[in-house]
């Protein structure tokens, strides 16, 4: 009779935990979805599926904590393929926004209602384990936010700066139809600010969870990016990536970030997530703003797109995405922080617009193309790849990719490759070269602003819960992703 469900041998193990240094050669036993023991030679006699890793690199799996299933694609649809896309770059547990309003399941009203809408349209149908943020829209989502908790397992809520009175892909005169509020609300700095409260009283209430509630912010300043549009539309010398960018400048996200820590400073809310921050005037707003407020926990992340892409590699306007991709310049800037250590986690941003809602009638204008693209395919090798020439170790990549983002958001048993932890690992080739073609996606998005770009790591294998999801560069079975309540 078989001990061990499985075992994956000749494996070396990255873990975030370990100094940095030469990952050691080790094999990892599993059982019933959980690490049993992780060791040299371990004996294979009674295990009832055997894996021979190939001396590859095994990274624990990837906590991909910003995607967008639902957002362009009906929620289910999004859920079964973007997921599949998701074990191909390594990623075993999904984190995607969710809000009300138009987009997503283009309806208002109480999360009490919505939220199990969401969890319904999305069950059983991923391949990769998933959990959901949620974006506080109105009053009523406030005063919801402990049922949410305690209901639900949602320990992570959202707050857009930008929306009060910019739309998701530019200007906008209609944010209270697009948002989908109460006519007499706004969703202001006044909002925000009362969001923030809302979240500090759960902590206090819910003293279990306190640790894992947090806020996340996109930080944009709305009326900024409206002028600026105004002028870049104005200025027929520049087009395409960089005229969205100038029209989205830096700044506007360094003033942003500088406004909401304020806020967090003054409702005491001491966990504060930064979104995808793209630029040098971001990140050193964001460290200014830790060393003025160091009661303030604040977390830093920035996507593999930012890092990877800028506004004259990237292929087309398919890269228009918020906040835009940037100069070369903030490129290096960013890379400089992740090397640094002071970036906390690395994500993919995943939104899914297929070619036909990308883009407008005239797909030279990036002003009509819709915002966001895929790319979590693309996270761990691109992230292992390019790192790696920079100096950055594989431990520290594990960090980015798994461990930092687990922990912040409650999902303790996921991070690393150890005993007691979910059997989440990818394993990853360092040492092959190949081509980004969109078409060998999983992604329903027939385009991706990575075309043609060379990588020199490329994930093989994918196991969520001891499942082999993806194997020998195939996505298999059947959908085995299960939902994840997060804090205790």
């Keep these: 009779m078989a001990t061990t469900e499985?075992?994956?041998?000749?494996?070396?193990?990255?873990?975030?935990?370990?100094?940095?240094?030469?990952?050691?050669?080790?094999?990892?036993?599993?059982?019933?979805?959980?690490?049993?023991?992780?060791?040299?030679?371990?004996?294979?006699?009674?295990?009832?599926?055997?894996?021979?890793?190939?001396?590859?690199?095994?990274?624990?799996?990837?906590?991909?904590?910003?995607?967008?299933?639902?957002?362009?694609?009906?929620?289910?649809?999004?859920?079964?393929?973007?997921?599949?896309?998701?074990?191909?770059?390594?990623?075993?547990?999904?984190?995607?926004?969710?809000?009300?309003?138009?987009?997503?399941?283009?309806?208002?009203?109480?999360?009490?209602?919505?939220?199990?809408?969401?969890?319904?349209?999305?069950?059983?149908?991923?391949?990769?384990?998933?959990a959901f943020h949620l974006a506080p829209m109105m009053a009523q989502h406030i005063d919801e936010i402990p049922d949410l908790v305690e209901e639900h397992g949602v320990t992570s809520f959202k707050i857009f700066m930008f929306y009060g009175s910019h739309g998701l892909h530019g200007r906008s005169s209609s944010q209270s139809d697009f948002l989908m509020i109460p006519p007499e609300e706004r969703y202001?700095?006044?909002?925000?600010?009362?969001?923030?409260?809302?979240?500090?009283?759960?902590?206090?209430?819910?003293?279990?969870?306190?640790?894992?509630?947090?806020?996340?912010?996109?930080?944009?300043?709305?009326?900024?990016?409206?002028?600026?549009?105004?002028?870049?539309?104005q200025d027929t010398s520049v087009s395409g990536l960089r005229a969205y960018s100038r029209s989205r400048p830096p700044h506007s996200e360094g003033l942003a970030v500088t406004i909401a820590s304020y806020l967090a400073h003054e409702t005491g809310l001491p966990n504060i997530n930064l979104l995808h921050l793209s630029s040098e005037k971001a990140l050193d707003a964001a460290l200014r703003m830790a060393k003025t407020f160091p009661q303030v926990d604040f977390r830093r992340e920035v996507t593999v797109g930012h890092l990877l892409a800028d506004?004259?590699?990237?292929?087309?306007?398919?890269?228009?995405?918020?906040?835009?991709?940037?100069?070369?310049?903030?490129?290096?800037?960013?890379?400089?922080?992740?090397?640094?250590?002071?970036?906390?986690?690395?994500?993919?941003?995943?939104?899914?617009?297929?070619?036909?809602?990308?883009f407008g009638e005239d797909r030279d204008d990036v002003f009509l193309a819709k915002s966001g693209f895929g790319g979590a395919e693309y996270l761990l090798p691109g992230l292992v790849g390019e790192?790696?020439?920079?100096?950055?170790?594989?431990?520290?990549?594990?960090?980015?990719?798994?461990?930092n983002p687990a922990r912040r958001y409650g999902l303790l048993r996921k991070g690393t490759i150890a005993e007691g932890y979910d059997a989440d690992f990818a394993l990853v080739d360092p040492d092959v070269s190949w081509t980004v073609r969109a078409a060998e996606s999983?992604?329903?998005?027939?385009?991706t602003p990575f075309e043609g770009f060379p990588m020199t790591a490329k994930v093989t294998d994918t196991f969520v819960?001891?499942?082999?999801?993806?194997?020998?560069?195939?996505?298999?079975?059947?959908?085995?992703?299960?939902?994840?309540?997060?804090?205790?």
């Excluded at 993806?470 to 299960?482: L, N, R, S």
Aim: glycine share 12%.
């Design 311 to 358: 506004v004259d590699t990237a292929s087309g306007i398919g890269g228009k995405v918020n906040p835009p991709l940037r100069e070369r310049e903030d490129v290096e800037a960013l890379w400089g922080h992740v090397l640094a250590g002071e970036v906390d986690w690395v994500v993919s941003d995943h939104a899914c617009c297929r070619d036909e809602l990308k």
């Design 188 to 233: 202001d700095l006044a909002h925000f600010e009362f969001v923030m409260r809302g979240i500090q009283r759960a902590r206090e209430q819910l003293t279990d969870y306190a640790d894992h509630l947090s806020l996340s912010l996109h930080c944009e300043t709305a009326e900024i990016m409206t002028a600026y549009t105004k002028l870049v539309e």
């Design 465 to 488: 819960r001891g499942h082999h999801v993806y194997a020998d560069g195939k996505v298999t079975g059947e959908p085995i992703g299960q939902y994840q309540r997060r804090g205790r």
């Design 442 to 447: 999983e992604s329903t998005q027939e385009y």
């Design 6 to 130: 499985l075992l994956v041998r000749n494996v070396r193990v990255v873990r975030p935990e370990d100094a940095d240094g030469v990952p050691e050669l080790l094999d990892i036993a599993v059982n019933d979805g959980t690490i049993v023991r992780v060791g040299p030679g371990l004996d294979p006699a009674g295990a009832a599926t055997v894996v021979d890793g190939r001396g590859l690199l095994a990274f624990p799996g990837v906590v991909d904590a910003h995607q967008h299933w639902g957002i362009y694609n009906e929620l289910g649809t999004d859920t079964r393929t973007e997921s599949r896309a998701s074990a191909q770059g390594g990623v075993t547990t999904a984190l995607t926004y969710m809000r009300t309003g138009q987009y997503y399941l283009n309806k208002g009203g109480s999360y009490r209602e919505f939220f199990p809408e969401v969890l319904g349209a999305a069950a059983g149908k991923s391949y990769v384990d998933y």
């Design 387 to 403: 790192g790696v020439k920079r100096g950055l170790s594989l431990q520290h990549i594990a960090r980015l990719t798994s461990w």
